[in-house]
């Protein structure tokens, strides 16, 4: 049966409420194996929207012919599914959990005052981060579709929400690959014993260049003097060993070849494991997504064993009562909570979308967002564990201050701090081995969730998704990495933190901003439960989710990003350099200022650029955005009026009910009896004020049949008010 058109007074959300229906049945066909068809087409607004009809069409028309190439085409056109919900659990979590649980997590506590800054921590990872995972969740698994095709055919006027996500999706792509190429670059190097790294070049020991440091340990007794050798070591062959970093963010001069052969060994690792879709990686997951926490666990248990781990330990969860209440209360530390919470779980790149649109309805969004997201922060915890205990390690060894050693983040505290706390472990080689791995697993994992969603989107479109899926994994890895080969030149590692700073911090809190606004006040939460989602949830829940969606968490997010924004503007944007044998840190020149703001508004300007787009050339679209104008004023008169009548009704309820004088005085100068009656009559009244009402004259703005009853917020529901719908249809005919 073919799909309706859509009706052209449909509001912003283009789809009228018999074609949603059916959007949300859509998902089922296909199952009980869970495929379906895949989305045929974005080349134009008009086909996009015919897909469903077309894809019944051919279903039909198979059946009537039952040729072999009908079936063949059939079954090209079915969507992948995971093969069973541990598969699709473990692939959230390998995303979600990647490096930034390792360096960021630990660097932010050491710096906000440890558990100072862990209680705001998890209380944003449930304000802010388990909402947004689960509606991203809920987005894919309705609609079965990438972050672009998600979006268009939910609010086809502002489809650009997800092509903003799959241009992020890019950025992050060509960058994050580049840090696996350096663990593999590490992790090939140790295997030599001693550690290539663990070599004194002569740095606070003159005389002694190239000298191991355990031998340098046995002949010098003067602890400032070793410590000063150690992290030179390590820092001198990570910056002109590993990278060959020139002097400044301007100055490319060397070509890297052995980090070109690691970055390209990165993503062949990342073509081998995509090349087949979910069919290929659901299988890699089982063991990339577990053999992680088998080493972050062995590490665990030789870092707590090791001399000074204790110190080390206390340092993050209580520092001191000092620090403790001055971060506590610090605007600073709650901002950059939230910020973490944010970006470790992978939120508004629309990966969460891509990889929940290959999971079954049957699955529970809400209880896979709370395994995921719970998993992802004790993950933070009990990794940041591991790194201050061998913290602690480092200090009792050189005598230096923890605060001083835990100053690093990012790649710093990897390839800087954590490799030379290594080479002090008794069997360094076998530590770092089992360290690199751990490093090397997290990052494929987020790396497959990230590009997995780009690769969706473009087998979304009819003309790429023709092609094999290994071809075109294929031509997406070698293009990104002939892309990426600037990270490699001598200021690639600058380039590394420009990339770092601008294309992941503010475009992605602007399109989770957008997603709250799209969902809570564009389509509307409780439209979104039972058109789109088949879901029928309680009173109580969906109140909750109204008031998380709609208000707290645009909200959150509005004050996280100015927060942000003034922030950057008020201390200069910096990076690291390596010059002279030292690291400081520098103002970035003017040049790298304009293309880290090109690289954020590359990606925010497609939101509005879509919106005007359509609306100048098509009418249906103009239509659509007149339609919901005038609900959205109607139900702001609707309001008003009501909320009138509510506060008349309370104050002639509390007159008649003998508290007179207690609207005026805000019941301060009653008697508790009278308290209660004037609450009690107000309750009473407003819900009388509140009741649905029945419109049976004028067209219901959202396509709706006449006679349909609107809720007080504008929203259409088809199952919360049917009691009451048929209790005003019988008071009727009993009339």
């Known amino acids: 049966m073919d799909s309706p058109a859509p009706d052209e ?93 390792v360096w960021r997590f630990s660097y932010l506590s050491a710096k906000n005052g440890g558990s100072a800054f862990i209680f705001p921590y998890l209380i944003m990872l ?35 929400i997800g092509l903003a996500a799959v241009v992020v999706i890019v950025y992050i792509c060509l960058y994050y690959n580049v840090i696996i190429g350096w663990v593999i670059f590490y992790f090939v190097n140790s295997f030599h014993s001693p550690l290539p790294w663990a070599q004194c070049f002569g740095f606070g020991v003159p005389g002694n260049a190239n000298e191991s440091a355990e031998l340098l340990a046995m002949n010098l007794s003067d602890p400032v003097a070793l410590e000063t050798c150690w992290n030179a070591s390590t820092q001198y062959y990570w910056y002109n060993t590993a990278v060959q970093a020139s002097g400044s963010i301007g100055a490319a001069e060397t070509f890297n070849w052995q ?9 062949v690792l990342v073509y081998l494991c995509l090349f087949r879709g979910i069919e290929s990686s659901g299988k890699i997951v089982y063991f990339t997504a577990t053999f992680p926490y088998l080493v972050l666990v062995c590490l665990f248990f030789r870092a707590v064993t090791l001399p000074g781990a204790g110190q080390g330990v206390k340092y993050l969860f209580y520092p001191d009562p000092d620090i403790m209440r001055e971060k506590i209360v610090s605007p600073q530390v709650w901002l950059e909570a939230a910020t973490q919470i944010f970006f470790s779980l992978g939120v508004a790149t629309g990966a969460l979308i891509a990889l929940s649109s290959y999971s079954k309805r049957k699955y529970n969004a809400l209880q896979d967002s709370f395994i995921v997201c719970i998993t992802n ?80 989107v473009l087998r979304d479109i009819k003309s790429i998704g023709k092609i094999r899926k290994e071809i075109v994994v294929g031509v997406v890895c070698f293009g990104m990495f002939i892309i990426s080969t600037p990270f490699i030149l001598g200021n690639g590692v600058y380039l590394f933190q420009l990339f770092d700073q601008f294309s992941a911090t503010l475009p992605l809190l602007i399109i989770g901003f957008f997603e709250f606004v799209a969902i809570g006040w564009v389509f509307g939460v409780e439209r979104f439960f039972t058109e789109v989602c088949n879901k029928t949830p309680s009173r109580n829940a969906l109140r909750f989710w109204t008031a998380i969606w709609m208000f707290v968490n645009p909200i959150i997010m509005f004050i996280i990003f100015f927060g942000s924004l003034i922030s950057g503007l008020i201390s200069p944007l910096e990076y690291d350099r390596y010059h002279n044998l030292e690291e400081e840190t520098i103002d970035y020149p003017s040049w790298a200022l304009f293309i880290g703001a090109v690289i954020v508004l590359s990606s925010q300007l497609v939101i509005p650029v879509v919106l005007i787009g359509r609306l100048i050339l098509f009418e249906e679209a103009r239509q659509q955005a007149r339609d919901f104008l005038q609900a959205k004023v109607s139900q702001f008169e609707n309001f008003y ?19 007179r004088g ?29 009741k649905p009402q029945i419109d049976e004259d004028s067209e219901a703005p959202y396509g709706l049949s006449e006679g349909t009853i609107r809720p007080s917020n504008g929203e259409t529901n088809y199952g919360t008010h049917r009691k009451e719908l048929e209790a005003v249809e019988d008071d009727k005919k009993h009339d």
């Open 9 to 101: 007074s449909a509001s912003i959300i283009g789809r009228d409420a018999l074609e949603l229906k059916n959007v949300a049945e859509y998902g089922t066909r296909g199952e009980p194996d869970g495929s379906e068809t895949e989305p045929e087409s974005m080349d134009s607004d008009a086909e996009y929207m015919r897909h469903d009809a077309e894809g019944e069409e051919s279903s039909g028309s198979e059946g009537l012919e039952g040729g072999e190439g009908k079936k063949e085409k059939k079954k090209k056109r079915m969507r992948e599914v995971w093969d069973n919900k541990v598969q699709f659990i473990l692939t959230l979590i390998g995303y979600a959990v990647g490096l930034g649980n």
């Open 259 to 267: 980090m070109f052969l690691s970055l390209g060994a990165a993503w």
């Open 662 to 690: 207690c609207w005026r005085g805000f019941c301060l100068r009653c008697s508790p009896s009278g308290i209660k009656d004037c609450f009690r009559s107000c309750r009473v009244k407003c819900s009388r004020s509140w």
């Open 377 to 456: 922060s004790a993950t933070s915890i009990f990794s940041a564990i591991v790194v201050f205990a061998i913290v602690g390690f480092r200090a009792e060894r050189t005598g230096a201050d923890i605060k001083d050693i835990t100053d690093r983040s990012g790649p710093g505290l990897a390839f800087v701090l954590f490799t030379e706390a290594l080479i002090h472990m008794p069997g360094a080689p076998f530590w770092a081995v089992m360290f690199f791995i751990m490093l090397l697993l997290l990052g494929l994992d987020s790396q497959f969730g990230t590009l997995e969603a780009f690769i969706t």
């Open 641 to 659: 009026h009501r909320l009138k009548s509510c506060f008349r009704s309370c104050r002639r309820g509390c007159n008649r009910e003998g508290a």
């Open 126 to 160: 449930f304000l802010v981060g388990i909402p947004l995972f689960y509606l991203e969740l809920l987005l894919g698994q309705s609609t079965r579709k990438g972050p672009v095709g998600a979006w268009f055919k939910l609010i086809p006027n502002l489809w650009g």
